[in-house]
């Protein structure tokens, strides 16, 4: 599902993987051409009547949202919103996308080159309103910062609805069920829930077979490198990431780091004695082989299992985020951390 170039072992299994994801978002988007009536939501406001399970409440965030129709005209800040609505088949949809931070996926390729990108980064908030939407729909925290002027209520009172992903809600801990969760309830929001239960249905199908093939093997102590030199900014125990590594058969050895990410001294890296090191791939923090040359070249992690044995498994980031790819990210990890387990 991603780029692996480096990596041998993941070749066959992100092609058998490509292979089916893509058979069964063709399956979702197929369904999306044929629905019922091919209505679109501004056929049915032109006919004055409620799309059928409208109006909808939805609570993100402490933020309540009433749609009395699917929104028509979405910009999505960040890449996993923008792939989560392409899987469900929701390109009519999208005015405009910003912030791709690594290679789409290819089955979705052609639809996300087909909305126009707004912005490398986080668009501004006049840029946002040029699009004319009706709703944004953010991916981190940042989509909404009120010091660049694009805080939630400043575009409430241009009119247009938000959405935030739900991994940036203040939540305790982050799980799968939340990625299952925020699949279904944008379903709602677009009223093609049928869409969303089956998508949650395969992945958890992908899930359930990745974890379920590793799930007698010994538990391998794993290191997340996010970036970092003077420190190492790792994943703790509240991150998406300690729960696909504990699916995968392994155990994040900063799990103890009550937060979704943070630093630590390379002195604690050296006593946890990881053996294999998840490097997070993602753009503006170093290339993988710049992050997996910086590792090796350091004299203090010499010992270290994973240094010494250049164990690297390597994620896009976002497959590590509250969205369709963290599912498919447990089959990655599972083949990097017990090879040949995975059938």
């Known amino acids: 599902m991603s780029n692996f170039p480096q990596f041998p072992f993941l070749g066959k299994l992100l092609a058998l993987r490509a292979t089916a994801a893509t058979a069964m978002l063709s399956a979702v988007l197929l369904t999306a051409g044929c629905g019922s009536s091919g209505e679109t939501p501004r056929d049915h406001?032109?006919?004055?009547?409620?799309?059928?399970?409208?109006?909808?409440?939805?609570?993100?965030?402490?933020?309540?949202?009433t749609y009395d129709e699917p929104p028509?005209?979405?910009?999505?800040?960040?890449?996993?919103?923008?792939?989560?609505?392409?899987?469900?088949?929701?390109?009519?949809?999208?005015?405009?996308?910003?912030?791709?931070?690594?290679?789409?996926?290819?089955?979705?390729?052609?639809d996300f080159e087909a909305v126009p990108e707004l912005a490398e980064r986080e668009p501004s908030f006049e840029t946002v309103l040029d699009a004319e939407p009706d709703l944004v729909y953010g991916g981190y925290g940042?989509?909404?910062d009120e010091k660049e002027g694009r805080s939630r209520k400043a575009f409430t009172d241009a009119g247009i609805d938000t959405y935030l992903n739900r991994e940036y809600c203040g939540k305790k801990q982050v799980?799968?069920?939340?990625?299952?969760?925020?699949?279904?309830?944008?379903?709602?929001?677009?009223g093609v829930s049928d869409r969303a239960e089956k998508l949650v249905s395969t992945l958890e199908?992908?899930?359930?077979?990745?974890?379920?093939?590793?799930?007698?093997?010994?538990?391998v102590p794993v290191f997340v490198y996010d970036s970092g030199d003077k420190s190492a900014f790792t994943a703790g125990g509240k991150s998406l990431g300690t729960e696909l590594i504990r699916l995968a058969g392994g155990r994040n050895v900063f799990a103890d780091l009550d937060d979704v990410f943070g630093d630590v001294s390379w002195e604690q890296v050296v006593d946890r004695k990881p053996e294999v090191i998840a490097i997070y791939d993602y753009a503006g923090a170093g290339s993988v082989e710049?992050?997996?040359?910086?590792?090796?070249?350091?004299?203090?992690?010499?010992?270290?299992?994973?240094?010494?044995?250049?164990r690297f498994?390597?994620?896009?980031?976002?497959?590590?985020?509250?969205?369709?790819?963290?599912?498919?990210?447990?089959?990655?990890?599972?083949?990097?951390?017990?090879?040949?387990?995975?059938?």
Do not use: W
Not at 175 to 190: L, N, Q, V
């Open 290 to 310: 710049q992050k997996k040359k910086f590792l090796l070249s350091q004299p203090e992690l010499a010992g270290v299992p994973a240094v010494k044995n250049e």
């Open 72 to 110: 028509a005209r979405v910009v999505t800040i960040h890449q996993h919103p923008a792939e989560l609505m392409l899987a469900l088949g929701l390109k009519d949809r999208m005015v405009g996308t910003a912030f791709p931070d690594s290679a789409v996926l290819p089955e979705l390729r052609q």
């Open 175 to 190: 799980t799968m069920e939340d990625t299952y969760d925020e699949i279904r309830t944008i379903g709602k929001i677009f």
């Open 45 to 65: 406001k032109a006919a004055g009547a409620s799309p059928q399970g409208f109006p909808v409440t939805i609570d993100n965030c402490g933020v309540k949202t």
């Open 205 to 219: 199908s992908d899930v359930d077979k990745a974890a379920s093939s590793v799930e007698s093997e010994p538990k």
């Open 313 to 343: 498994v390597v994620l896009p980031l976002t497959a590590t985020l509250v969205g369709i790819r963290s599912a498919y990210a447990v089959g990655d990890l599972a083949d990097g951390l017990h090879p040949g387990n995975l059938r």
């Open 142 to 144: 940042s989509a909404f």
